[in-house]
């Protein structure tokens, strides 16, 4: 009989919710999940109270936490395992690492929520057996996670994707919706800059509205750019906006193809279709990548 693997526990922090969950060998035991309120100490109080009680039958190996961000991720740095300058109220500063692992004398992972999807997806889902893959999420922002043989990618900081200023058409004048950018990707394809866009929440577009074309004409570019630079194997785009509509895939596919023209051998719209791609796991990606999280703080 095979030896059963630890017992695990997960929190994905997204901008609008929060989930925490216990794990074994990649499967979800028990979960639980709460709005993302303004008030940090008291949200992440929840979460604490549910890990405490939740019924285990052994004690908890390890933790991981898949957050939000930007994210200090610099074991040397006095804000490692806070929340830096995100525009959500009531969350810049907060110690979440501290918070949720600093009391429980156990293991723990902490990344960015997209980087914890990456691994996810190369452990268990649409990314197995990738040295190179990327998790995009399009949702109330967008943000990616990149990950190089089995490991997140950090540097300076860690990857914000969404942030990046991309070549836009000459008849878009949209002026885009982020704060800090204007016409940033996320300024320009994420959910709310869609709404802002057509006048309607992405979800209530046909897919036949014009608007989608643009959206699949900016990440077009993000996804020649990230072919370019980084080398994928595969983007995994995730969030409610790719999976909720499913002719912008092929459309993107298309959009990406005329970009690159013909200069990377093969890449048609037809090979994109292997290479950007859904998401396997669905809307169970960020919790399964605090998990993931929790697992390689468990083996190290």
Known sequence: MNARGPLLAGVELGGTKCIAALARDGVILQSERWPT???AQATLSRINDWLDSAPCPEPIASIG??????????PASSDYGRIVNTPKPGWAGVDVLGILAGGRNIPAGFD?????AALAEGRWGASIGCSVHIYLTIGTGIGGGVVVDGKPLHGLLHPEIGHIRIRRLASDSFPGTCPFHGDCLEGLASGPAIAARAGLRAEALADTDPVWQNVADDLAELMAML???LSPQRIVIGGG???????LLSRVHKATADRLAGYLAGLDAR???????????????GILGAIALADSAFSR
Not at 112 to 116: E, F, I, N
Not at 241 to 247: D, F, I, R, T
């Open 112 to 116: 960015t929520d997209v980087a914890g």
């Open 65 to 74: 936490i898949a957050s939000f961000g930007p994210l200090c991720l610099d």
């Open 241 to 247: 906006v790719a999976q909720g509509h499913s002719a």
């Open 37 to 39: 309120g303004d008030d």
């Open 227 to 229: 072919i370019l630079t």
């Open 271 to 285: 090979a994109l279709e292997a290479i950007i791609v859904l998401p396997t796991l669905g809307d169970k990606a």
